[in-house]
């Protein structure tokens, strides 16, 4: 399975963003799917998941009531909003694809990832 990620960009301390993550090459719904993020010098840390039935999702403390992850079973499509944005969101946004019924909270738990897109938030 391909994962592609898109929708990042440079935004003002406040502001908001939607990533995408295009799947493509399996069945989308026989996958958990969440989104990491990693900052230079840091590991990857998870940030959002959400089941394979989409009826569970699950946030870091840190954008839990800011960031919202949903899925669209029939476009094969993962998607982040985050709102009120910090510059403590500033890193390198990862899709990534479990085959699970609910997403694991760890990196090395998932075997395919998309290629990552920055999200830049200024002060």
């Known amino acids: 399975v391909q994962l592609q990620a898109s929708g990042g960009g440079l935004v003002q301390t406040g502001g908001s963003l939607r990533l995408s993550c295009a799947v493509s090459?399996?069945?989308?719904?026989?996958?958990?799917m969440a989104w990491f993020r990693q900052s230079p010098g840091q590991e990857r840390n998870f940030v959002a998941g959400?089941?394979?039935?989409?009826?569970?999702?699950h946030y870091a403390d840190s954008v839990e009531g800011r960031f919202s992850i949903s899925r669209d079973n029939s476009k094969k499509m993962l998607y982040l909003q985050m709102d009120n944005l910090e510059p403590e969101d500033t890193a390198v946004y990862y899709c990534?694809?479990?085959?699970?019924?609910?997403?694991?909270?760890?990196?090395?738990?998932?075997?395919?990832w998309g290629q990552g897109t920055q999200v830049t938030v200024s002060s």
């Open positions: 090459g399996g069945t989308f719904d026989v996958y958990a």
């Open positions: 990534a694809a479990d085959q699970a019924i609910t997403p694991a909270l760890f990196s090395d738990e998932y075997p395919f």
């Open positions: 959400i089941s394979r039935s989409a009826r569970m999702t």
